[in-house]
């Protein structure tokens, strides 16, 4: 039985208090209320049981039932049991459950076996039946237009996709088995394609202002872009939207399989890279279906929607203007910006010219006419470039865009939910807790806007009301939109004091204020509300952390939360006594991310779900002590020379961490880690290294279950002698951890390759996968996927999982028209 809350019985015995007679009540009341005092020990039984017959009903529908109620429900309508995922994959068998009835009425198709890889792999998948690619005679009573019939001669959108599941091209017959050899076409192999990455989605507004003029208030989580150029001249109407200079982001199209009802997945509902010929064909069609007075022939359904914005929106707003203005899916020229225009400065024309001839009667008519552009884009890489402006029109200043972005899992700065139990939401003083805030927005006028709660322009306004607070408070600095911002006055970068015993948050989100309602008690210690979703904020400088008020006192903590360093971070002498770096990119490539300008003494660092760049945390020979705990997180060299974590003086404790590089610790507990370079740990009688990657010539206290130390043991089992050097070679060979990317910009960083061995991709703890994306559980979420195909997959007919995840190598390949 579940124990109840004091305000759940508080709840029941008023309940069944009210109950009583009236005059019972006044009686009760006069003798200092012993009826009610019983009432309330009767009541605790009553809640008790109100909570387990909540918890009857809730177990009796799919939708709420708890996780250990789902396997009762799967038994009852013969759903077959799946191994179970890690809580923090955030993916259940619960809709695999709820739509078992609906999958056995469409048994043997491939509009199920999509449906149920959607619901049990959580991944976007598109089903192929093979025999539907095999070469063959045409014949008339089985047309079919959409094949090619002649592979020289392919279409430049069908041979971005050659080897997807939108592979159009014919293909001679493959005998292999599709599941144990990869033999594709065949008469009796159907494929299930899945792309793995997630696509975070920067959301547009939904609504359609006047004239699509948008305030910028109306904008705050669209991201802002960045000036792009070669670091030495800026041309105007040039802007990236990558947060380092002069690099790429790719764009993801959003998934969208629920904005339509087609029986089928599209290309352009999946998850996956933008590509820019499709795009450019559909905004051509759209600019001539405009100009010639006609409905647009597009797919269906089409890449650009309206209605969402996606799967991407442009906002403009020009030189002397306070409005952004969206930009029309016609308006948009795509075009290929891997490198900077010749001549430098080329921009595209505010109009292009079009000729066609009208469907006239008796004879058709030559037709010419200009269709406007605002801009020119990239969404492979992420530019744009304005379109020269008119004779007396300004230019282009400020450019928004809403866009979608892939990655493994949901970490670093971005637009994922990054509330937790652990992080304040509900921001109330309590005893000896005093809140501090300033809510950072330039769209609304500063000022007070209540106790406590101050409205500023910039963070350097926020930083400076921090300054001058004494210690022991908590602050809270709350980033409100997705904008940028660099040192102030010409400073070297952006300093951040941290007061003793105090805590200062410094976190991209959103700012409720609260409610006081009518009739509804207040709270008059509660100050508001913080969420922490939908937006990121980017520092264009060095972060530099520094002790503030009360120097002869312990430092205080500093948080950092959903924010994006293009410039690394430094800690100063006695900045502070704890560092906390949550669901943030910090990066100095070719330099160093994070480190410090003075020994540590006593500091404890922890990372969270970041993304970070180089890591050195030693200074000199000076002595240090502290820890560093990494969790969730990838650590890359980033293009700089060296160690990708040096922490020599540090105790480390790494769970499900990615280290692209080498790495040195004083002591080290490690689970599901991967180091991809040798690792040192000075101290190895203390500490152990759990089910990780280990990268040879690694010094390290005892380890349990690594590889390669537990495919060296099996081979030498298998053997039943000891393993000659090449044998030991080859085996270590045979699982290391292969990864499509390890540069920080793209998407596919530190995901592991297709061919990497079961070892890694089912090696962490609970059967999960090593490195950062174990709690995503890939290898779980396909193995129970493929244990239904016997069921679900008509007789004679044999289905293999193809995952269609490509490297940046691969799609820079295939999207270069």
């Known amino acids: 039985m579940t124990v109840p809350s004091a305000t759940r019985i508080e709840e029941v015995t008023e309940r069944l208090y009210g109950l009583l007679p009236a005059h019972i009540r006044t009686v009760d009341a006069e003798a200092g209320w012993p009826m009610k005092a019983f009432v309330k020990v009767l009541a605790a039984g009553s809640a008790e049981i109100d909570i387990e017959i909540d918890r009857f009903y809730d177990a009796i529908f799919v939708e709420t039932a708890p996780e250990g109620a789902l396997g009762e429900l799967a038994a009852l309508v013969g759903s077959e049991p799946l191994r179970p995922l890690p809580a923090a994959a955030g993916h259940d068998a619960r809709a695999f459950v709820a739509n078992t009835v609906r999958y056995r009425r469409g048994k043997g198709t491939a509009r199920v076996l999509e449906a149920l890889a959607a619901d049990v792999g959580g991944v976007g998948t598109v089903v192929v039946e093979y025999f539907m690619r095999l070469s063959r005679a045409q014949h008339l009573i089985d047309v079919r237009p959409d094949r090619p019939d002649v592979a020289a001669l392919t279409d430049g959108g069908i041979a971005s996709r050659v080897g997807t599941g939108f592979d159009t091209l014919p293909r001679l017959l493959d005998v292999r088995s599709i599941a144990r050899l990869g033999g594709r076409h065949h008469m009796a192999r159907v494929g299930v394609h899945v792309l793995r990455p997630l696509a975070l989605d920067f959301a547009a507004p939904t609504d359609r202002p006047e004239g699509d003029k948008f305030e910028p208030r109306r904008l705050s989580r669209v991201p802002l872009a960045r000036p792009w150029g070669d670091g030495t001249v800026q041309h105007k109407g040039y802007f990236q939207l990558a947060a380092q200079p002069g690099r790429t982001l790719r764009l993801f199209n959003p998934d969208r399989r629920s904005e339509t009802d087609a029986a089928r997945v599209s290309a352009s509902e999946l998850p996956s890279r933008l590509e820019r010929l499709a795009l450019h064909r559909e905004t051509e069609e759209l600019r001539r279906a405009e100009l010639e007075d006609r409905a647009a022939d597009l797919e269906d359904p089409p890449w650009f929607n309206p209605d969402t914005g996606r799967p991407f929106t442009i906002f403009l707003r020009r030189v002397g203007e306070p409005n952004f203005e969206r930009v029309q899916p016609s308006q948009i020229q795509i075009a290929n910006l891997n490198a900077l225009p010749v001549p430098a400065g080329a921009r595209p024309a505010a109009e292009k010219t079009y000729h066609w001839r009208s469907a006239g009667v008796p004879a058709s008519e030559p037709k010419i006419k200009e269709h406007p552009i605002r801009c020119g884009f990239d969404p492979f890489t992420g530019r744009l470039i304005a379109a020269e402006p008119k004779v007396g029109e300004a230019d282009v200043e400020e450019v928004r865009v809403a866009y979608a972005y892939g990655l493994g899992l949901p970490i670093g700065a971005g637009p994922q939910d990054r509330n937790t139990d652990e992080v304040p939401f509900d921001i109330t003083d309590k005893a000896g807790i005093e809140h501090r805030i300033w809510v950072v927005d330039p769209t609304e006028a500063a000022g007070s806007i209540g106790v406590n709660v101050e409205r500023t322009a910039t963070l350097d306004a926020a930083l400076a009301g921090w300054a001058a607070t004494s210690a022991g408070k908590r602050g809270l600095i709350i980033l409100t939109r997705c904008d940028r911002e660099g040192a102030a006055g010409g400073a070297p970068n952006i300093a951040v004091e941290v007061h003793s015993a105090s805590e200062l948050h410094i976190v991209s989100g959103q700012w409720r204020p609260k409610l006081i309602k009518p009739g509804l008690p207040d709270n008059p210690q509660r100050r508001g509300y913080l969420v922490r979703r939908d937006l990121k904020f980017t520092l264009d400088a060095p972060l530099r952390i520094t002790h503030g008020a009360g120097s002869g006192e312990r430092p205080g903590v500093l948080v950092l939360d959903g924010l994006e360093l293009t410039d690394g971070l430094s800690i100063g002498v006695r900045a502070m006594s704890r560092l906390v770096v949550r669901h943030c990119?910090?990066?100095?490539?070719?330099?160093?991310?994070?480190?410090?300008?003075?020994?540590?003494?006593?500091?404890?660092?922890?990372?969270?779900?970041?993304?970070?760049?180089?890591?050195?945390?030693?200074?000199?020979?000076?002595?240090?002590?502290?820890?560093?705990?990494?969790?969730?997180?990838?650590?890359?060299?980033?293009?700089?020379?060296?160690?990708?974590?040096?922490?020599?003086?540090?105790?480390?404790?790494?769970?499900?961490?990615?280290?692209?590089?080498?790495?040195?610790?004083?002591?080290?507990?490690?689970?599901?880690?991967?180091?991809?370079?040798?690792?040192?740990?000075?101290?190895?009688?203390?500490?152990?290294?759990?089910?990780?990657?280990?990268?040879?010539?690694?010094?390290?206290?005892?380890?349990?279950?690594?590889?390669?130390?537990?495919?060296?043991?099996?081979?030498?089992?298998?053997?039943?002698?000891?393993?000659?050097?090449?044998?030991?070679?080859?085996?270590?060979?045979?699982?290391?951890?292969?990864?499509?990317?390890?540069?920080?910009?793209?998407?596919?960083?530190?995901?592991?390759?297709?061919?990497?061995?079961?070892?890694?991709?089912?090696?962490?703890?609970?059967?999960?996968?090593?490195?950062?994306?174990?709690?995503?559980?890939?290898?779980?979420?396909?193995?129970?996927?493929?244990?239904?195909?016997?069921?679900?997959?008509?007789?004679?007919?044999?289905?293999?999982?193809?995952?269609?995840?490509?490297?940046?190598?691969?799609?820079?390949?295939r999207k270069r028209p």
């Open 585 to 813: 990119t910090i990066r100095a490539p070719g330099g160093t991310a994070l480190r410090t300008t003075a020994a540590l003494a006593g500091s404890e660092i922890a990372i969270d779900h970041s993304i970070v760049g180089r890591i050195n945390l030693d200074f000199g020979t000076d002595p240090a002590n502290g820890s560093l705990a990494i969790t969730d997180s990838i650590v890359s060299v980033d293009e700089a020379a060296g160690l990708a974590v040096t922490a020599s003086a540090l105790d480390a404790r790494l769970e499900r961490v990615t280290i692209l590089g080498g790495s040195r610790f004083k002591s080290l507990e490690a689970t599901n880690v991967i180091f991809s370079e040798a690792v040192t740990a000075i101290r190895r009688q203390s500490g152990c290294v759990r089910f990780s990657a280990i990268a040879n010539g690694s010094s390290l206290p005892r380890r349990f279950r690594c590889q390669p130390d537990l495919a060296l043991a099996q081979a030498a089992e298998r053997k039943g002698s000891p393993l000659t050097d090449s044998e030991i070679a080859r085996v270590s060979l045979g699982v290391i951890p292969l990864f499509l990317d390890t540069a920080l910009d793209e998407p596919t960083v530190a995901m592991l390759h297709p061919m990497t061995a079961d070892a890694i991709r089912l090696g962490g703890e609970n059967d999960t996968g090593m490195g950062v994306f174990s709690d995503a559980a890939e290898g779980l979420r396909m193995a129970n996927l493929s244990s239904l195909f016997d069921d679900y997959v008509p007789l004679g007919l044999e289905a293999g999982l193809i995952d269609d995840t490509q490297s940046t190598a691969v799609a820079t390949r």
